[in-house]
């Protein structure tokens, strides 16, 4: 069985470079499919890596009280869009005070800018540095580490004192690329700030770099940025994960007291919990999958057809070697069997260049994006599977016909 298989594996790649031309076609749509197919999935994964990774280092344990936008239909069925006020810093810290649930602790924060331009002593970046006021409790409910260094501590927080923690980038390609951070003096908005720690690398997200950022702390934030309608984020962190829904409950009605809505009033902010984030992103590459998984069987579709459409040509250009070999003695089956291999032959190398140019594309677009970049076994074992299925489909009808054939007929035909 395996001398034969072996045989007729030979007598389709003879075939194929008698039909070269037909052949290289085919293996291009066959492989334009599966680059579809895996380059889209490859990216998939991507997103869902570096997704997951940001999120899930929060752990399934943490919650935040957001400003978010609701909307409603008159009964006319025109649609009203309903805004909700943002948290100002008394509502943040109100909450705060009046929040205290069991093992949990609640960290405030906010965005001073994205635009700061940092000095230090005659080196200064491009206006392109995020500075975020926060406390203490900031870094470890937003599942950020200290790679050199520490964090704020209660002391730094309550008096005001004007130190930073900055991003890796500050230190792998930034100012502090060949000295210790750690006791540098920076230079934000005339402002000098002592280096107390460095972040742990967190990568892009969307393109904005996680690591071009700078934490100083609320107090020095909101006295050196001062501007209208500043939305703070709160953020709660519970110790243990079998209360994360009372506390939730609780925060949430501790939100509506500092809201000062009556009973019947809807809630005015939002509730986001770092668990039902995780869930949404699976949800959202899910459909992105389903997507390229469409994609790419449209496209595989039509090779599919172009490979059966090759396949029937060449039972017909080959008629009178059919009838050869079945006058030789060979069986519908072995005949049938012979074009099933060249069939399947295509389909497979059609199907190795396509995870190849996908797994490339992939690759260039998470290297283009600033993603980690992911080996897609899953995409690959689907392609292979997809192209073996193709394969399949398309070399049934051409060897059945072959194999069924008669002798003396095709011995005839010119």
Do not use: H
């Not at 085919?26 to 998939?44: E, K, M, Q, R």
Request: proline content about 3%; hydrophobic content about 45%; glycine content about 8%.
């Amino acid at each position: 069985m395996i001398g034969l298989f072996r045989e007729n594996v030979k007598i389709a790649l003879g075939s194929i470079r008698t039909q070269l031309l037909r052949t290289v076609l085919t293996v291009i749509i066959i492989a334009i499919g599966i680059t579809s197919l895996v380059g889209i999935l490859t990216v998939v994964a991507a997103i869902d890596n570096n997704l997951n990774s940001s999120f899930a280092s929060m752990g399934s344990n943490t919650f935040n009280i957001n400003q978010y936008e609701n909307r409603n239909r008159r009964s006319g069925g025109d649609e009203v869009e309903k805004i909700n006020p943002i948290i100002s810093y008394f509502e943040a810290k109100r909450y705060k005070e009046l929040y205290n649930y069991p093992f949990t602790q609640t960290s405030l924060s906010f965005i001073a800018t994205s635009t700061a331009e940092v000095k230090y002593d005659n080196q200064k970046t491009d206006p392109e540095i995020t500075v975020i006021g926060v406390d203490e409790f900031y870094m470890p409910n937003s599942g950020l580490e200290a790679t050199q260094g520490r964090n704020f501590n209660s002391f730094d927080i309550s008096n005001n004192v004007y130190n930073c923690i900055v991003g890796s980038d500050f230190v792998s390609k930034g100012l502090f690329k060949d000295v210790n951070p750690i006791g540098k003096m920076l230079s934000i908005r005339g402002a000098k700030f002592k280096v107390i720690g460095v972040l742990k690398e967190r990568g892009s997200t969307f393109g904005n770099s996680q690591d071009l950022r700078v934490l100083i702390p609320i107090q020095v934030a909101r006295s050196l940025f001062s501007a209208p309608n500043i939305n703070y984020s709160v953020s709660s962190m519970i110790e243990k994960t079998e209360l994360l829904d009372d506390a939730v409950a609780n925060a949430t009605s501790t939100m509506r007291k500092v809201r000062k809505l009556n009973p019947i009033e809807e809630d005015n902010f939002g509730v986001s919990r770092s668990d039902d984030l995780i869930n949404r992103i699976a949800n959202l590459t899910g459909v992105l999958s389903i997507s390229a998984w469409v994609m790419g069987i449209i496209t595989i579709l039509g090779s599919s057809i172009a490979l059966m459409n090759i396949m029937v040509v060449s039972v017909t250009e080959r008629t009178r070697e059919i009838g050869v070999r079945k006058s030789l003695g060979a069986t519908k089956k072995t005949i049938a069997f012979q074009f099933f291999i060249e069939t399947l032959t295509i389909g497979q190398i059609g199907g190795l260049f396509g995870i190849v140019f996908g797994i490339l594309i992939g690759y260039l677009i998470c290297l283009a994006a600033g993603w980690d970049f992911v080996i897609p076994w899953g995409a690959i074992m689907a392609a292979f599977i997809t192209s073996f299925i193709v394969a399949i489909i398309s070399g049934s009808y051409p060897a059945i016909k072959a194999s069924q054939l008669d002798p003396i007929e095709a011995l005839r035909y010119e």
